[in-house]
């Protein structure tokens, strides 16, 4: 007797096989992109950052809105608030909603960048 193709037990086993690993691959799938996402909005804030020291060495303070930096943008679904600026410190935060985490930056603490967990 001659088989062409696969019964359908055979097809029913791979279904089940492949719904088990997309069970569990799938909430893996959203922990790794809210962690892209929290990735992001840290280096939006280093790149603030920089941006924030090069526009010092020119105006002799911080600049209280990001528009006044030429040389920043802040990523796609990134929301970047400078808090407080003045001639000696500034303070910034940065969260993405995809994210898990708020980050903020304090030039005049040690470490600058601090994180918070979303509730």
Do not use: C
């Not at 492949?18 to 691959?25: D, E, N, R, S, T």
């Not at 303070?91 to 967990?117: K, M, V």
Request: glycine content about 4%; hydrophobic content about 45%.
């Amino acid at each position: 007797m001659k088989r062409n193709g696969f019964s359908l037990f055979e097809l029913l086993v791979v279904i089940a096989i492949i719904g088990v690993l997309a069970a569990v691959a799938i909430p893996r799938f959203t922990d790794f992109r809210a962690a892209a996402y929290d990735a992001r909005s840290q280096q939006d804030l280093r790149n603030l950052a920089s941006a924030q020291e090069l526009y010092r060495a020119t105006n002799e303070r911080y600049a209280d809105d990001a528009a006044l930096l030429a040389s920043f943008r802040p990523s796609d679904g990134v929301e970047l608030v400078i808090e407080a600026a003045d001639e000696t410190a500034f303070r910034a935060s940065a969260t993405h909603p995809a994210g898990n985490n708020e980050y903020r930056w304090d030039s005049e603490a040690q470490p600058a960048l601090t994180t918070t967990p979303r509730s």
